[in-house]
């Protein structure tokens, strides 16, 4: 283990949990690629891959002063050098300017030697809520509610949960809370937040959020403020939320005030993502990258999901996470030149710089990315690679392997099961349910 570990600050799992139970902010990164995520971490530890640290980050974490703490069960960033991955975010997080980030002591084996319960998969709070909440009686799925029940038993179901409206001078006090975690969604279809909505305000629909609520909010003990244009679909969405313990709110909506917030829809299009200043890099064009390629001694590396790289990729492009680039370009011949690309080139952005340091080659970033050269007719490779070798960037749900059989099934229900009796012993998720009969 590097000296720069044991000089790092740590936080121990007893004071995560204890923050946890006080309904305190905690932020627990686990920083590994999906596929090892899943393969066990806390209950509300959310994933935040190193590869994609800084295009995230700030969206997701939105305050400086969150309490972050960091985990990647001993993985290395670079063998060479010993450093983990934790290393390198911890630098990259001081640098973006959060001041209270440290380690999680004793990493993940220290978290299970504490008491700590891991939990396998991905969303799993919500699956756990849900098989929480069938074990003590029903759940009816959001959809169902989106589809049949009115404005009034929206708000209704809303306020049963604990659920409060705010109006727009107390969201703009929020938002001005350097302190405070507070995350702004607009829950209604993508074509409807496109055509108009609040400045400021993100757009994830209801289903999704209530599906990976950890991965646009990751901040446990943050307040959640949602909308729509008429309250119902954003009071039905913050309901579910607040039994799985959110402090969460909907602005402006009752019944005799449905369309306040909708006349500041003044904003249009996708929104804007947050994302860490870029370092100065150079880029070149497909013709360009397509003249040095037939003259040889130029190296690609493509930051693409593995699924995409199977689909199509560049002639003789390299595939990494890249988490692994120090790996990757270390069993790659030495090149005059090296090219980052990935889909459409906004990640690949913040790699030219490391791919550059750690050849010690000139590094240059494709312009548009692999969708543009795509889009210009260029020459591509399909199907397999050696680099697809059991790539981690992407966890396949049981449910969603069309190989899986009945023992695979089998597992699944039994994972279910178990999740309950991890929760009761876990004790750290403060859900509640409404009476059936509130429904």
């Given at each position: ?123 799993v709070p919500n699956k756990a809520f849900k098989a929480w909440s069938q074990y003590r009686g029903q759940y009816p799925s959001a959809g169902e509610l989106f589809d049949s029940k009115s404005l009034n038993h929206a708000t209704t179901l809303a306020q049963r949960a604990g659920v409060q ?44 959020l209530l599906q990976q609520t950890e991965h646009y909010a990751s901040v446990r003990g943050a307040r959640i403020v949602l909308l729509d244009d008429n309250g119902q679909r954003a009071n039905i969405v913050a309901a579910w939320l607040a039994q799985q313990n959110w402090r969460v709110f909907v602005l402006g909506f009752d019944a005799k005030n449905a369309n306040a917030v909708s006349e500041l829809f003044t904003a249009t299009g996708n929104g804007s993502v947050t994302s860490a200043p870029v370092p100065a890099i150079e880029s070149i064009d497909g013709e ?152």
């Amino acid at each position: 283990m590097p000296d720069s570990f044991n000089s790092l600050p740590l936080r121990h799992t007893a004071d995560l949990i204890k923050a946890l139970r006080n309904g305190q902010e905690v932020a627990l990164v686990d920083l590994r690629e999906e596929a090892d995520f899943a393969s066990g971490h806390p209950l509300f530890a959310v994933n935040l891959p190193l590869s994609k640290l800084e295009i995230e980050v700030l969206d997701r974490i939105p305050s400086r002063t969150t309490p972050i703490t960091l985990y990647d069960n001993g993985q290395r960033y670079n063998l060479r050098t010993d450093a983990r991955l934790t290393d390198v975010a911890y630098q990259r997080l001081k640098a973006l300017g959060y001041v209270d980030v440290a380690l999680l002591a004793g990493d993940l084996d220290g978290w299970q030697e504490a008491g700590g319960e891991v939990f396998i998969g991905i969303n799993v709070p919500n699956k756990a809520f849900k098989a929480w909440s069938q074990y003590r009686g029903q759940y009816p799925s959001a959809g169902e509610l989106f589809d049949s029940k009115s404005l009034n038993h929206a708000t209704t179901l809303a306020q049963r949960a604990g659920v409060q409206n705010i109006d727009l001078p107390q969201l703009i006090q929020w938002q001005a809370d350097s302190q405070r975690t507070l995350y702004l969604f607009d829950v209604r279809t993508l074509e409807e937040y496109q055509a108009g909505h609040l400045p400021g305000a993100r757009h994830v629909t209801g289903e999704q959020l209530l599906q990976q609520t950890e991965h646009y909010a990751s901040v446990r003990g943050a307040r959640i403020v949602l909308l729509d244009d008429n309250g119902q679909r954003a009071n039905i969405v913050a309901a579910w939320l607040a039994q799985q313990n959110w402090r969460v709110f909907v602005l402006g909506f009752d019944a005799k005030n449905a369309n306040a917030v909708s006349e500041l829809f003044t904003a249009t299009g996708n929104g804007s993502v947050t994302s860490a200043p870029v370092p100065a890099i150079e880029s070149i064009d497909g013709e360009r990258l397509e003249q040095w390629l037939a003259e040889g001694n130029t190296g690609i590396i493509d930051l693409t999901l593995s699924a995409n790289f199977r689909n199509r990729r560049i002639p003789s492009a390299v595939f990494t996470a890249r988490s692994q680039l120090p790996q990757a370009l270390a069993q790659q011949p030495a090149h005059k030149r090296w090219v980052v690309t990935c889909g459409s080139g906004f990640l690949a952005r913040y790699a030219v710089t490391e791919v550059a340091e750690l050849t010690g080659a000139p590094a240059y970033l494709l312009d548009g990315g692999t969708l543009k050269w795509i889009a210009e007719d260029r020459p591509l490779e399909h199907g397999d690679s050696p680099y697809l070798n059991n790539p981690r960037d992407k966890y396949l749900q049981p449910e969603e392997n069309a190989d899986a059989g009945h023992e695979a099934k089998r597992g699944i229900t039994a994972w279910e099961d178990g999740l309950v009796a991890q929760l009761e012993r876990d004790n750290t998720h403060g859900f509640h349910q409404l009476a059936v009969d509130e429904v």
